[in-house]
């Protein structure tokens, strides 16, 4: 059964610093692998994904995840922080073998701070 | 294109009343997923389908009733409602085959139970 861990509730960042959300991810096949970002009362939005490719994947807003097979992780990151920033920040997992069974990790917080 | 929408916005319940959640999507998506929302716990799927007819449980199904008679709507039921069932619902859609990995989030039902 795949399964994804977000092991920080909370990241608070200062504006204009670096900031990484962690997610470690575990599937019996190849990973595709999701970041998803939610604004307070809102749906869930698309950031970025991994497929296959590079292990450096870039997105929206900015942001950019990198791809880590032996450490099984897909860490969100961005150079710089914005205030704007500042949601709640979903890592998602699907097993290639699993078609559209998309599992979620319980959430990180992100507070950028001015 | 309206995307995924679904109704209500809000509805309070009794326990042990039924009530069914609607979700419509306008993109042609074969899959079509219901996932709940509940504080510390991240999105965890109910119920997914692949197409219409098709349908599967996910990681909480127990209470739940879904089918899918068309591509476009995948309606919830809850079949008598139980305070656990207190939540906040999300539908979301996405293409099938090699595109399915995005997947398009409505904006969401807040459910109470009394």
């Known amino acids: 059964a795949q399964s994804v861990a977000q092991p920080e509730d909370q990241v608070n960042v200062a504006e204009g610093n670096p900031l990484t959300v962690k997610c470690t991810y575990s599937?019996?096949?190849?990973?595709?692998l999701f970041w998803y970002v939610q604004y307070p009362n809102r749906g869930l939005q698309f950031l970025l994904k991994?497929?296959?490719?590079?292990?450096l994947v870039k997105g929206s807003y900015g942001f950019e995840a990198e791809f880590n097979k032996s450490q099984t992780s897909f860490h969100l990151k961005k150079p710089s922080a914005l205030v704007s920033d500042s949601a709640l920040y979903f890592c998602?997992?699907?097993?290639?073998?699993?078609?559209?069974?998309?599992?979620f990790g319980s959430g990180t917080r992100l507070s950028i701070r001015p | 294109n309206a995307g995924v929408t679904q109704t209500p916005k809000f509805q309070v319940l009794k326990t042990g009343q039924s009530m069914t959640l609607q979700c419509a999507q306008d993109?042609?998506?074969?899959?079509m997923s219901w996932y709940r929302q509940d504080p510390g716990m991240g999105l965890r799927l109910i119920h997914y389908?692949?197409?219409?007819?098709?349908?599967d449980q996910g990681e909480v199904p127990n209470g739940y009733n879904v089918s899918r008679s068309t591509t476009e709507d995948f309606p919830l039921r809850l079949l008598s409602a139980a305070p656990s069932q207190t939540s906040v619902y999300f539908c979301?859609?996405?293409?099938?085959?090699?595109?399915?990995?995005?997947?398009?989030f409505g904006p969401g039902t807040r459910l109470l139970v009394l």
């Open positions: 979301a859609s996405s293409y099938g085959g090699g595109r399915q990995e995005t997947q398009y």
């Open positions: 599937v019996s096949g190849n990973p595709y």
């Open positions: 991994y497929i296959t490719g590079d292990n």
């Open positions: 998602a997992v699907r097993d290639s073998s699993s078609a559209s069974k998309i599992i």
């Open positions: 993109m042609n998506h074969e899959y």
């Open positions: 389908s692949v197409g219409a007819g098709i349908t």
